[in-house]
């Protein structure tokens, strides 16, 4: 089955920790994403890849970090820096950015709180 | 700062009528536009999406796309308990950008 995974399901941070969120997708897409959703409103783009080694930040990018090792997988960290991290982090992604490529897929979600 | 614009209801129909949700976009650029389901504690999958002007059908669902006026819409038939959700319009511009979402609209439907 073809698809993206994200774990944990449920993430818990204590005060100044850094946390590391996990996306896998086998999908053979090229573009994944990070979006951050807060109770009654829509997604904000943290980060995104258009390839294997390369990503740009999106709308609300302090606070957090990703990498692009490998085409499959976009893992995100939350730093301690993210003064107010708890939200429901979703990652998807998409054959590509543009010309009709640009349908996004999302994985399950993680939950993170402080605790 | 492109917007996308949706009323975060809760839009309440009785089951068997028709659901009406509706989005605006600021972007005149935009070129494609996506109606997402979320349920709630859960991610949001894709109906539909629609690149021309006019309307496109998927079963139960009907997305309808009018670019002079900037509003795309997605209607449901026949609409069922199940239906209750959040619907979230996206709208993407030129090649390379990213989708950009709106907050979603609440259905709700009353058997």
């Known amino acids: 089955d073809g698809g993206i995974t994200q774990s944990p399901k449920y993430l818990f941070r204590k005060e100044g920790q850094n946390v590391t969120l996990s996306c896998e997708q086998n999908?053979?897409?090229?573009?994944m994403y990070w979006y951050r959703q807060d109770p009654g409103q829509g997604l904000r783009l943290i980060y995104y890849?258009?390839?294997?080694?390369?990503?740009q930040k999106g709308d609300i990018a302090e606070g957090y970090s990703v990498s692009r090792e490998k085409k499959e997988s976009f893992p995100l960290t939350v730093t301690s820096a993210q003064k107010n991290p708890t939200a429901f982090y979703l990652c998807a992604s998409s054959i590509g950015l543009g010309g009709g490529e640009e349908t996004q897929y999302f994985g399950p979600g993680t939950r993170l709180l402080v605790l | 700062q492109k917007e996308v614009e949706q009323n975060s209801g809760p839009l309440s129909v009785p089951e068997g009528a028709i659901a009406s949700l509706n989005c605006t976009y600021s972007?005149?650029?935009?070129?494609?536009f996506f109606w997402y389901r979320q349920y709630s504690g859960k991610s949001p999958e894709l109906i539909m999406f629609?690149?021309?002007?006019g309307d496109k059908e998927d079963g139960r669902f009907t997305a309808q796309l009018n670019k002079a006026s900037q509003y795309v819409s997605l209607l449901i038939r026949d609409s069922q308990p199940s239906d209750s959700a959040t619907y979230l319009c996206?709208?993407?511009?030129?090649?390379?950008?990213?989708?950009?979402f709106g907050a979603g609209t609440i259905l709700r439907v009353k058997s």
């Open positions: 629609i690149y021309s002007n």
């Open positions: 996206a709208v993407n511009g030129e090649y390379g950008n990213k989708l950009v």
């Open positions: 890849s258009q390839i294997v080694n390369d990503f």
């Open positions: 999908l053979n897409h090229d573009a």
């Open positions: 972007d005149r650029g935009s070129q494609s």
